[in-house]
């Protein structure tokens, strides 16, 4: 999360205007949305990728590394929709089975299209919020939500819980660090023991930071919302025309 936060900051895109850049990736993951075409996914994805590998300034490398995690929970969800059980005999159309007693779990045509399908369009809207997050810096995420209207309380938890994150994982690191020097996880009774006492360690201490936190604030003149920037988010008739064109031909494939 630190690497992704980083990009966001030294993206080659930062300097251009980052309601284009939102307004832009939010309108191919409607697309994506709104699709059932192969084709569609396809075209977004790799538009997806391209501006975020060779415009943006993302490694490669790091980009199929944060590709990895979302991938593997699409793939134990697809999981349970490619493999079926049934009672015997087996599905006439199915691609591959094996009996159970008097079950058969079996894998059918419809399922591995309908996996694949969702496969597609799970890595082309993922690819949609990579390209946002990957060259939107946080801070000017919260003034677009700001601009939408977005209750104010929202995001104020939104900054205090993204700036805890790296609080809490600092923490954490400092204290594994020093638990592995003492050998705290050198046998499984000693992993639970440290590993117990250095989640428990760590959210008593984000209890006491928040408090401080919260006073700090306080002090500070800190009534119930965090001031943002107010500009003008609207966008013009020409983004409007662009976005619109973009949208439509993402579409089209659906409709030939």
């Given at each position: 999360?630190?690497?992704?936060?980083?990009?966001?900051?030294?993206?080659?895109?930062?300097d251009?205007?980052?309601?284009?850049?939102?307004?832009?990736?939010?309108?191919?993951?409607?697309?994506?949305?709104?699709?059932?075409?192969i084709?569609?996914?396809?075209?977004?994805?790799?538009?997806?990728?391209?501006?975020?590998?060779?415009?943006?300034?993302?490694?490669?490398?790091?980009?199929?590394?944060?590709?990895?995690?979302p991938?593997?929970?699409?793939?134990l969800s697809?999981?349970?929709?490619?493999?079926?059980?049934?009672?015997?005999?087996?599905?006439?159309?199915?691609?591959?089975?094996?009996?159970?007693?008097?079950?058969?779990?079996?894998?059918?045509?419809n399922?591995?299209l309908?996996?694949?399908?969702?496969?597609?369009?799970?890595?082309?809207?993922?690819?949609?919020?990579y390209?946002?997050?990957?060259?939107?810096?946080?801070?000017?995420?919260?003034?677009?939500?700001?601009?939408?209207?977005?209750?104010?309380?929202?995001?104020?938890?939104a900054?205090?819980?993204?700036?805890?994150?790296?609080?809490?994982?600092?923490?954490?690191?400092?204290?594994?660090?020093?638990?592995?020097?003492?050998?705290?996880?050198?046998?499984?009774?000693?992993?639970?023991?440290?590993?117990?006492?250095?989640?428990?360690?760590?959210?008593?201490?984000?209890?006491?930071?928040?408090?401080?936190?919260?006073?700090?604030?306080?002090?500070?003149?800190?009534?119930?919302?965090?001031?943002?920037?107010?500009?003008?988010?609207?966008?013009?008739?020409?983004?409007?025309?662009?976005?619109?064109?973009?949208?439509?031909?993402?579409?089209?494939?659906?409709?030939?």
């Amino acid at each position: 999360m630190r690497e992704i936060d980083q990009y966001a900051y030294i993206s080659s895109l930062k300097d251009q205007s980052f309601q284009w850049r939102i307004r832009f990736g939010g309108t191919a993951l409607l697309a994506c949305i709104c699709s059932k075409s192969i084709i569609s996914f396809a075209v977004i994805f790799l538009i997806m990728f391209s501006i975020t590998i060779f415009k943006a300034g993302i490694h490669w490398a790091d980009y199929f590394r944060f590709m990895i995690i979302p991938f593997c929970f699409l793939f134990l969800s697809v999981t349970g929709i490619i493999v079926n059980i049934n009672l015997l005999p087996a599905p006439p159309n199915c691609v591959f089975s094996w009996e159970i007693g008097n079950y058969c779990l079996f894998v059918s045509e419809n399922g591995l299209l309908l996996a694949f399908r969702l496969i597609c369009k799970s890595l082309s809207a993922v690819s949609c919020f990579y390209f946002i997050i990957l060259t939107t810096p946080f801070r000017e995420m919260l003034c677009f939500l700001h601009s939408l209207r977005c209750p104010p309380i929202l995001i104020t938890l939104a900054m205090l819980i993204y700036q805890f994150i790296f609080l809490l994982m600092e923490m954490a690191v400092v204290k594994m660090k020093s638990q592995l020097c003492r050998g705290g996880y050198r046998s499984v009774k000693g992993f639970v023991r440290s590993f117990a006492m250095l989640w428990g360690s760590v959210f008593i201490q984000s209890c006491l930071k928040s408090e401080w936190v919260y006073k700090s604030m306080l002090t500070r003149g800190y009534n119930g919302r965090i001031p943002l920037t107010s500009e003008n988010f609207c966008p013009n008739k020409k983004e409007i025309v662009c976005l619109l064109l973009f949208f439509l031909l993402m579409m089209i494939p659906n409709w030939l």
